[in-house]
């Protein structure tokens, strides 16, 4: 064999054992693993039944009228505070009104029917209409909520007693015969803070 022949073989040899001696310090033992997660976002539904509040017919000054209907959390997440905002609309039957029948329909918000004496909250219904909704939650919601643990809980329901009363005073009601009030009242629910489950 020639010396080129010999060098030859000799530079393969070498390349050959660097190769291997390379590429065996990559050879380990490996294993791997995987994590997912998900979110899905909860859901708030809150409703009132009946819809329909009060329907009364033929109201003198002096009537008082109790009524009672369940706040619903039909969602998955808990109801921590609820607003309540007020809206009505007067038709003056004699077009001879000076002055606004809300004002003379006091609301008692009561915490159950036994405590007709003691209402958590009574207002009229035009000061109802001109309240934030902070003032509203803090004043009527957040003692019905306090009897319930603090919240209305995912998938529950609890009932609300509230007594209308038409306020007999000294002034002249006389204009308010054979007029109406239409009234609404929109319930909006909020989650309260803390961890997801």
Do not use: C
């Not at 319930?148 to 529950?156: K, P």
């Not at 009030?181 to 803070?193: N, P, S």
């Amino acid at each position: 064999m020639g010396l080129k022949k010999k060098l030859g073989l000799g530079v393969a040899s070498a390349a050959l054992g660097l190769s291997l001696v390379g590429g065996g310090t990559f050879a380990y033992f490996s294993d791997t693993a995987e994590a997912s997660g998900s979110f899905a976002a909860g859901t708030l539904d809150l409703s009132a039944d009946p819809t329909t509040v009060i329907d009364v017919g033929n109201l003198k000054p002096g009537d008082t009228m109790l009524r009672s209907f369940d706040l619903v959390n039909g969602g998955s997440l808990d109801i921590a505070s609820i607003n309540l905002d007020t809206d009505y609309s007067v038709s003056d039957a004699e077009g001879d009104n000076s002055q606004d029948l809300g004002k003379h329909i006091r609301v008692n918000f009561l915490l159950n029917a036994d405590k007709l004496d003691a209402p958590i909250f009574s207002t009229t219904l035009a000061d109802l209409k001109g309240m934030s909704p902070d003032v509203i939650e803090g004043n009527i919601f957040s003692g019905w909520l306090a009897e319930r643990g603090g919240n209305l809980a995912a998938g529950t329901s609890d009932t609300l007693y509230v007594q209308y009363e038409f306020v007999e005073n000294n002034q002249d009601q006389n204009q308010f015969q054979g007029d109406g009030l239409e009234l609404t009242w929109k319930f909006e629910g909020k989650q309260g803070a803390g961890e997801a489950r």
